[in-house]
């Protein structure tokens, strides 16, 4: 949970005035898709969310007039810090740029045009401004989160972003890499770290072909263990029958290639006691350096949030931290990474198409979606 400060009550008076100002242009259909009445019907709903090219469930972009998109834009920004928000729209827009690696013939997803970069959803719970409401925005790489209660933002988590293609060319022989930071940081770190600390830190010499907590809706539950869970799955249903074989076929065909065993899945898997080698063990540069990994994630918010959020983790919080890798440590190997802490998983993936496909999530696992401050409510309006 977010402390609930001034300035999470600005963000969250940001929030619902753009919100409003976007309810206000719909009709009624359209307002049936987005707005969404508090009720355990909806919070079974808040709950599902994707990072794949599905249905993520109220109304895409591509469905709204000019005005209504740049509203939904404005309200995505309020939920996010400028890096955050340039980072989205950049992955939105390379929805394209994977059309044009597949050479505008893709896989086919039961629509028109299965790459889209219109095909982004947002869905509003409760009503803006008032006690207890939230809002979810996604599409293809893209899964952001939020919920208010008693006007502050309580909850910014599960928040996902992917890049496919995560590197591609620019002119002037420079590269395109929207997660590029994320991922050399890391790399940086495991390189910096004694062939000791490399032991324990690197789990296994085989990445998983994705992040471990895939999008379920809370991760490590009651321990865990959570193992991988393989992309087709992640869709839950929503595939047609051939395009469920052909995820299945490249998932099998990844996992014999990389030479994945079950030795591996089990190194990775994820639970309750935290595997790698812990913050307290590095010397002042690679605490720096593991900061800075954590501040590409908990800044993806406004930075009145991630102030907070990264306020968790000073000084001897920041000791219970563990760090975790798994693949190759030369740039183009497979790999993948991970923080894991108190109220904390981070993840980090990048092994599909031929290493240019990258996944990374940030995560509360006790405070996801806010749960744990409803929890709290309900107990508290219990008697």
């Known amino acids: 949970m977010l402390k609930p400060c001034a300035a999470a009550r600005e963000v969250a008076d940001r929030m619902a005035d753009a919100a409003q ?128 209660v008693d006007g502050s933002v309580v909850a910014t988590t599960p928040c996902f972003l992917g890049a496919d293609p995560a590197s591609s060319p620019l002119l002037g022989s420079r590269l395109l890499r929207p997660l590029g930071g994320v991922e050399d940081l890391a790399r940086e770190l495991v390189r910096s770290l004694s062939h000791e600390h490399r032991a324990r830190a690197v789990l ?96 993806r918010v406004p930075e009145e949030l991630a102030s907070a959020a990264a306020d968790r983790y000073v000084g001897d919080q920041l000791d219970e931290v563990f760090f975790a890798w798994a693949g190759g440590t030369e740039p183009g190997q497979p790999h993948y990474y991970r923080l894991q802490g108190p109220r904390l998983l981070i993840e980090y993936d990048n092994t599909q198409r031929q290493v240019n496909h990258a996944h990374s999530v940030w995560r509360d696992p006790e405070g996801d979606f806010g749960l744990d401050v409803l929890a709290a409510h309900h107990v508290a309006h219990a008697h």
């Not at 379920?216 to 992309?231: A, M």
């Not at 799955?233 to 290639?257: F, K, M, P, S, Y």
């Open 21 to 148: 100002a976007l309810l206000a242009t719909l009709d009624a259909n359209q307002r049936a898709q987005v707005g969404w009445a508090w009720s355990a019907e909806s919070e079974v709903e808040r709950r599902h969310w994707f990072y794949t090219p599905t249905d993520h469930g109220g109304l895409t972009v591509g469905e709204m007039t000019p005005t209504q998109y740049r509203r939904t834009m404005a309200l995505v920004a309020t939920g996010l810090s400028p890096a955050g928000f340039i980072t989205v729209t950049t992955v939105m827009g390379l929805e394209n740029a994977l059309d044009y690696t597949e050479g505008f013939a893709g896989l086919d997803f039961g629509r028109e045009r299965g790459r889209d970069p219109e095909m982004y959803y947002v869905r509003i719970f409760g009503t803006p401004g008032e006690r207890m409401w939230g809002w979810r925005f996604g599409g293809h790489h893209v899964s952001l989160n939020n919920l208010v």
């Open 204 to 299: 296994t010499p085989r990445a998983p072909v994705d992040i471990i907590g895939g999008n379920r809706p809370r991760v490590i539950d009651n321990g865990g263990p959570d193992r991988l869970i393989p992309p087709p799955l992640l869709w839950r249903g929503c595939l047609g029958a051939g395009l469920d074989e052909t995820l299945w076929t490249a998932h099998n065909n990844a996992e014999r290639n990389y030479g994945i065993t079950s030795a591996d899945h089990d190194a990775v898997e994820l639970i309750e006691a935290p595997k790698g080698l812990p913050a307290r063990e590095l010397d002042v540069s690679q605490r720096e350096l593991l900061r800075a990994v954590l501040d590409c994630y908990t800044g």
